[in-house]
């Protein structure tokens, strides 16, 4: 059982806007950035968000992070049919002392 | 352009030691978290730990001291030895570059365990 809790999938036809939350405690979302990544089949996670709502180079603003007390939000707008992965949200737990992911939310492109 | 790739054994017999190098390119090494995580096959992630530039090490306690992270940095390298490995173990395993966001990520190397 993961400290982060995501749904374990959504789904939205192309052109439509998916939201994914995590949702965590005052020991870690509420005390540390979070990060979002995305993991194609077969792939290594990639950061698609990190300090809780800054993109990386290259990765495009319909893409959108947020994040409010102790859960946190990905936004995907306009989804297209290359967005089909799963995607993880990461923060840091000062109770833990470790790292901590999510479940992993897998998005299927109806 | 940093890159990272994992390097080791793919088989560990059950009782023994997993023992993983990652070699890094495009990156100094004089700064940020070097990191593995790994993921069971069909699971989602675990972090397992980091190593400073400066040495200094972090481990996820659920491994119960079984976890040694090393760094050498003229040799543009960090590795990972995990003791007395279970099935449990049996994970595709990456190395990373970590800060306040892990940003870089090696492609990962499949490592499992059976006699």
């Known amino acids: 059982q993961s400290v982060l809790t995501q749904p374990p999938s959504v789904s939205a036809a192309p052109g439509q806007k998916v939201t994914i939350s995590c949702s965590g405690s005052?020991?870690?979302?509420?005390?540390?950035?979070v990060s979002w990544y995305q993991q194609l089949p077969g792939t290594a996670p990639k950061v698609l968000i990190y300090e809780d709502s800054d993109r990386p180079s290259g990765i495009p603003d319909r893409i959108s992070g947020s994040k409010s007390g102790t859960s946190a939000t990905l936004n995907i707008n306009e989804v297209q049919t290359g967005d089909e992965a799963d995607y993880y949200c990461?923060?840091?737990?000062?109770?833990?002392?470790?790292?901590?992911f999510g479940g992993g939310t897998k998005l299927t492109v109806l | 352009q940093v890159h990272l790739q994992e390097s080791g054994p793919g088989l560990v017999k059950p009782s023994e030691t997993l023992s993983l190098t990652c070699t890094v390119s495009?990156?100094?090494?004089?700064?940020?978290?070097w990191s593995w995580i790994r993921q069971p096959p069909g699971k989602g992630l675990e972090w397992i730990g980091y190593?400073?530039?400066?040495?200094?090490?972090k481990y996820n306690p659920s491994h119960k001291g079984r976890v040694t992270i090393l760094i050498d940095r003229s040799k543009k390298q960090f590795s990972l030895s995990l003791t007395s490995v279970t099935a449990a173990d049996t994970a595709v395993y990456y190395c990373a570059r970590e800060h306040t966001t892990i940003d870089h990520w090696g492609p990962g190397t499949l490592v499992t365990v059976s006699s």
């Open positions: 190593i400073y530039y400066t040495g200094t090490t």
């Open positions: 005052t020991s870690n979302i509420g005390q540390s950035f």
């Open positions: 990461g923060a840091w737990d000062n109770g833990l002392d470790t790292g901590v």
């Open positions: 495009g990156d100094s090494m004089n700064t940020h978290y």
